[in-house]
């Protein structure tokens, strides 16, 4: 595959590179199920995952990424830091990179910081955007992509896109990095994505996307679309005038019992994380058969192992690439 | 310095012809072909465009205050460099100018500095607040002659309040200089609002959030009878309005940064990899990230229309000088602001003179006389006639030149600018018959206190 220094957006990447990294996602899917679901293959090399933003998931799932690949792992959280105290991106960056650290997990409440730490000459590590804003979550979007992909083709997935599938994205899109994630990766690979909002939460300019986008629910799920995905309401969405209340929320655009009811017998469900089970999803439709939720969050390990071992193989030395290739 | 006496020869006018210029105690002694030096420095002027002093309605000195961004010393060279010979510096200082005792400090500092006459601008509100009116009079009455007031970096957004202070600044024979900004609307922006925006997951700063505070404004001006000056106009509706109102005969005024003419909000996705040069911008620049916003291509098509038609009077600088660390961060953690005086002749060539939107003739008009005018600055009203003031630049507009660090004259590097090709060269500039650039290079002037330090 192509030599990748580091993963900023899920748009950078084109269909071969988005495919080679799924593709290297099932040999680390693999991996899990031996007896020692451990690979020495990043021995000596060090992870940081600089958390500016509290995220225990995404967190916990980079660290056992970079454990299951023999990686060294420091784990810099904001909370009770010296970031509280007004240290910047760089310095904190700077810090950690002098003690010699190979890659860079950075989430951060500003949107396009893994970029301009990528870009700036504040350090020589690669980087990888573990969500940045409401910008973008790349391992996200490729962990939704390999769970479509997954549950469309099971054990023949390989070298596969995800050529004619379509899904239905529900709810915050404006302020959503998943939804973004997705947008940027899922036409790459094929697939049809159709957004449905309030329009308080749509994006100014959305219809500019490759995307279509609606108000209705009930007339999303009538289209029985291969996926339908829910995204979380925020807390502090509630009282700014996006909608009314929860319960006129829910009453639109929640996945309901009886909407679930309604879903297309091949729909699948699913939904970032964390839910608020009554208010965007059914506790019905979350638990459900059809709910891929848990396997998003097992794949994303094996996504964030294929981000890490491509970004610290590839692209580092130039002569590398191929050797690195797997 | 203003006793020595220089023979500019050979230079060209904004109307085009051909003169020598004697500069003798602070004015011009006489115009003519053929003058005698007459122990006169000369200066070879062949080739070369003389223009009025340039004078910006729209600059901030940042003293006192904010003295690690910029002093009245330092702004004022990086004004003289940039052909400037009058600035106007807002209010938003600290302590803020809404006392007549610090709008006197402040062109006292101008004075001592030297290097162009610095016109404070007069808070409209007590600290910028919002909420009562500053004491206008008394800073109309100082010795600093304040004639030009704004909240500037804050929008006069409470109704009631605007019409007030247009009546009371009226009153003075001043202007409210507004910065149009709905700021319930824009809370949180940070980029213009579109699909870019919403692509790179910065929060939007609509169009609307200028357009309706223009709209309001100029019906109250009509109202009360009295003059607006709208600061930055940025978008293509804004022009609209602007239009609309002067049909009709409401006294305003507008202005355009040389950034709005220029660059779009296209820019802050990156196009440093377009080239490799590194002379692009890597994405997420922040040295691109001002207020108003950049916009969009449409909206800077139609704002070198609205300058080349006049329904835009004036181009304004909107210098805004920050120290390194406040842009050397992620975009929304970084601050709002450009610093644009050494940069903005050239820009203004760049946008409108070369593309033939305006000849000099205009760009005397849009950044001299016209400024003047809406600052009641006097001196700026008759340029090279024998009597009046030696407020001069002289420019080689042949001149191409990478624009790099070494023509930052001021405290800021925040310049969008750095590594762009830009065309024409200052040559030199005379304030008041004193020499502040010559043969391309700020002097140094004497300094009566050395207040640099302080």
């Not at chain 1, 495919?19 to 199920?33: K, S």
């Not at chain 2, 009153?171 to 900004?181: K, P, R």
Request: one cysteine or more; proline letters at 5%.
């Amino acid at each position: 595959m192509t030599g990748l220094r580091h993963l900023l957006a899920s748009a950078d990447l084109d269909r071969a590179s988005a495919i080679a990294l799924l593709d290297t996602a099932e040999d680390m899917a693999d991996v899990a199920t031996r007896r020692v679901p451990k690979l020495p293959t990043l021995q000596g090399r060090t992870v940081a995952n600089l958390f500016f933003e509290d995220s225990t998931r995404t967190r916990l799932s980079f660290e056992a990424a970079a454990k299951r690949l023999s990686a060294d792992v420091i784990t810099f959280s904001a909370k009770g830091s010296s970031v509280s105290k007004g240290e910047s991106l760089k310095d904190t960056a700077q810090t950690i990179a002098a003690m010699g650290i190979d890659a860079v997990v950075l989430r951060h409440a500003a949107s396009g910081a893994a970029r301009v730490l990528a870009e700036s000459a504040w350090i020589d590590a690669a980087v990888v955007n573990a969500g940045d804003g409401t910008h973008d979550h790349p391992t996200q979007g490729l962990l939704d992509a390999y769970t479509m992909r997954k549950a469309r083709h099971g054990a023949d997935s390989r070298g596969q896109g995800l050529d004619g599938l379509r899904v239905t994205i529900v709810g915050d899109v404006l302020h959503s990095r998943v939804a973004r994630a997705n947008l940027g990766l899922l036409p790459t690979l094929g697939a049809r994505v159709h957004l449905v909002a309030p329009r308080t939460l749509l994006p100014f300019g959305a219809e500019q996307w490759p995307v279509t986008t609606s108000s209705d629910l009930d007339a999303a799920i009538a289209d029985a679309p291969d996926v339908l995905m829910m995204l979380r309401i925020q807390q502090e969405r509630m009282h700014a005038a996006y909608f009314p209340h929860e319960r006129e929320y829910a009453g639109f655009w929640g996945l309901d019992e009886e909407r679930f009811a309604r879903l297309h017998a091949d729909t699948m469900v699913m939904h970032p994380g964390p839910m608020n089970r009554g208010l965007e999803i059914s506790a019905a439709a979350a638990d459900s058969e059809r709910s891929l939720v848990l396997d998003q969050v097992a794949n994303g390990v094996a996504i964030r192992m294929a981000v890490l071992y491509t970004v610290l193989s590839g692209g580092r030395h130039a002569g590398a690439r191929e050797a690195g290739a797997a | 310095m203003s006793g020595t006496a220089y023979l500019i020869r050979g230079a060209t006018l904004p109307d085009g012809e051909t003169t020598d210029l004697l500069v003798r105690e602070g004015r011009i002694a006489e115009r003519g072909a053929g003058l005698s030096d007459r122990g006169a420095i000369p200066v070879d002027a062949a080739g070369l465009r003389a223009l009025p002093g340039l004078v910006d309605l729209h600059t901030h000195l940042r003293e006192p205050g904010f003295e690690q961004s910029e002093t009245v010393l330092t702004g004022s060279r990086a004004a003289a460099a940039g052909g400037f010979t009058t600035v106007h510096a807002m209010a938003n200082t600290f302590p803020v100018q809404d006392t007549a005792g610090v709008v006197e400090q402040v062109a006292a500092l101008g004075a001592a500095a030297g290097y162009a006459t610095v016109r404070p601008v007069g808070a409209v509100t007590v600290g910028l607040a919002g909420e009562r009116l500053a004491e206008i009079g008394a800073m109309a009455r100082s010795r600093a002659a304040v004639r030009v007031f704004s909240d500037d970096g804050k929008c006069v957004h409470d109704a009631l309040l605007m019409r007030r202070a247009l009546e009371y600044v009226a009153t003075f024979d001043g202007v409210v200089a507004q910065h149009a900004q709905e700021p319930r609307l824009t809370e949180g922006a940070q980029m213009n609002e579109g699909a870019l925006a919403s692509t790179l997951g910065l929060a939007g700063w609509p169009a609307v959030a200028e357009e309706a505070i223009i709209a309001r404004d100029v019906l109250l001006a009509e109202h009360v009878g009295a003059r607006l000056h709208v600061c930055h106009l940025s978008t293509a509706g804004s022009v609209d309005v602007i239009r609309w109102a002067k049909a009709r005969g409401i006294a305003v005024t507008a202005e355009a940064t040389p950034h709005h003419l220029l660059l779009t909000e296209q820019l802050i996705a990156g196009d440093a990899a377009l080239d490799p040069d590194a002379v692009g911008h890597r994405g997420y620049d922040s040295r691109l990230k001002v207020n108003p916003p950049l916009r969009r291509d449409e909206d800077v098509r139609a704002l070198r229309a609205a300058v080349a038609d006049g329904t835009i009077d004036i181009v304004a600088t909107d210098h805004a000088p920050h120290p390194v660390e406040s842009k050397e961060c992620a975009w929304a953690e970084a601050s709002f602001g450009m610093v644009g005086l050494e940069s903005a002749l050239s820009v203004v060539q760049a946008a409108l003179v070369d593309p033939g939107h305006l000849d000099w003739g205009d760009v005397a008009r849009v950044l001299s006389r016209t400024p003047a005018e809406i600052g009641r600055v006097p001196g700026y009203d008759a340029p090279f006639a024998p009597g009046s003031p030696a407020h001069l630049t002289l420019v080689d507009p042949t001149a191409r030149r990478r624009f790099g660090r070494a023509q930052l004259r001021g405290r800021g590097v925040n310049s969008p600018y750095l590594g762009r090709e830009l065309p024409g060269r200052i040559v030199a500039t005379f304030h008041a018959g004193v020499a502040t650039v010559l043969d391309g290079e700020l002097q140094t002037l004497p300094t009566p206190t050395d207040h640099e330090v302080a």
